[in-house]
């Protein structure tokens, strides 16, 4: 009984030995299997980490993020104290230029058009009878005599009745009463309807016609700014743009001397971003910028350097400088404060021939794949770039070279 049931146990173990080794086998052969049928899969694992020479362009850039921000904003007011009467608008909202943003109850600035009007419309009739005065007979007296009398001589309104050969040592009260050589003493006087008006001794104040037309001017500026007022009693958007506040509601009181909208330009959009010292000795106005936003980030944005701080903020003994960068065409929908990246192309080569950076060793060496046989080759470097490197020797276009694993 014991033997036998020993034998039965030694049984079962050599069998579940012999099922182990079976299922080692098959996993073997299915991997071998697997292989087989695979063929060239280490070849496609090669060539994955491969790359040709290509021809194009190399960039070289320095890379910053920041935020979204207005370069100028507009502040918009009436040019009256009244009651809201239209509000078309929310902080937010994008707008056209000359779009009506708002407008304010205008009988009291019409009423002062009115009068201004009917000022002007009186001061006009005032020219045209001044005009028609002057029209008469003007009569001016003749001038007179000029004095001969050398200085020291004696003068007589009155001529003598003899010559007199005695100079006086100081000139006489009568020879003061003359005009001096050179000025004229005409005094005219113009009658008309409206009566005699003196315009000798050059007193413009007592000319009719000079003082209506005076307040013709005068009326006609009033009217100007009457009108300019009344049109401010309406907010139109002067640019394409997007509301960034309004300071009040429909119903509600503006204030004449108060902001009521503020407004930013649809094109005054840039992006504030900060460098460091390294970083900001390659910068330059004018540079072109790719903008990267979180919400097209497939979808890079070009733009410009526009401004470069010249003086910079320390943090945690960090220096840092701001950059100013404006898009090419800014996208709709852009959002104010909202994360940006930027790369601003340093440096740039075109029509090169380039591999990828990760191909090209510190040594300026390459590994080039030939007839499935893979060989070390110096080539000549000239831009390093971000993504890829210009290759100026060594190479040709199509050539094949390993990416990773140099």
């Known amino acids: 009984m014991k033997l036998g049931g020993w034998r039965r146990v030694r049984g079962s173990r050599r069998s579940r030995v012999l099922s182990g080794t079976a299922v080692v086998v098959l996993v073997a052969g299915a991997a071998g299997t697997a292989y087989a049928l695979s063929g060239d899969g280490g070849a496609a694992q090669k060539a994955s980490t491969t790359a ?84 008469g007979s003007t009569t001016c007296a003749a001038p007179a005599a000029y004095s001969s009398v050398s200085p020291g001589e004696s003068a007589s309104a009155s001529p003598s009745p003899s010559p007199s050969a005695t100079h006086s040592p100081a000139p006489s009260r009568a020879a003061s009463t003359a005009p001096s050589r050179g000025t004229s003493a005409t005094g005219c006087a113009t009658t008309g309807t409206g009566g005699t008006t003196s315009r000798g001794g050059g007193n413009s104040s007592s000319d009719p016609l000079l003082s209506a037309q005076q307040q013709l001017n ?3 500026l009033a009217l100007d700014q009457a009108r300019t007022k009344l049109a401010g009693t309406v907010i139109t958007a002067p640019v394409d743009g997007r509301v960034l506040s309004v300071a009040g509601t429909t119903g509600g009181n503006a204030n004449a001397n108060s902001d009521f909208i503020v407004l930013a330009g649809t094109n005054d959009i840039a992006v504030r971003a900060q460098f460091t010292e390294a970083e900001v000795a390659d910068l330059a106005v004018a540079q072109q910028v790719r903008i990267t936003l979180p919400d097209r980030a497939g979808e890079p944005l070009t733009g410009a350097v526009l401004q470069i701080d010249p003086a910079g903020t320390t943090s945690n003994r960090l220096v840092r400088y701001a950059a100013l960068m404006t898009f090419d065409a800014p996208p709709e929908g852009l959002l104010f404060g909202q994360s940006a990246t930027v790369a601003v192309i340093t440096k740039r080569v075109t029509d ?55």
């Open 352 to 406: 090169v021939l380039y591999v990828p950076t990760t191909a090209v060793g510190a040594d300026g060496t390459v590994t080039v794949r030939a007839n499935g046989r893979d060989e070390r080759r110096t080539v000549g470097i000239g831009l390093r770039g971000d993504v890829s490197t210009e290759i100026r020797s060594g190479l040709q276009a199509g050539d094949e070279v390993l990416v990773n694993g140099r």
């Open 218 to 220: 005068n009326a006609e």
């Open 52 to 135: 040709k020479v290509q021809r194009g362009t190399v960039d070289l850039t320095v890379s910053a993020t920041g935020a979204v921000e207005p370069l100028e904003s507009r502040k918009l007011r009436f040019t009256a104290s009244a009651a809201v009467t239209e509000l078309h608008v929310r902080a937010g909202d994008q707008v056209r230029a000359g779009a009506v943003l708002a407008r304010i109850d205008d009988a009291a600035v019409k009423e002062e058009v009115e009068a201004a009007q009917s000022t002007v419309d009186s001061a006009r009739e005032a020219v045209d009878k001044a005009s028609s005065s002057s029209s």
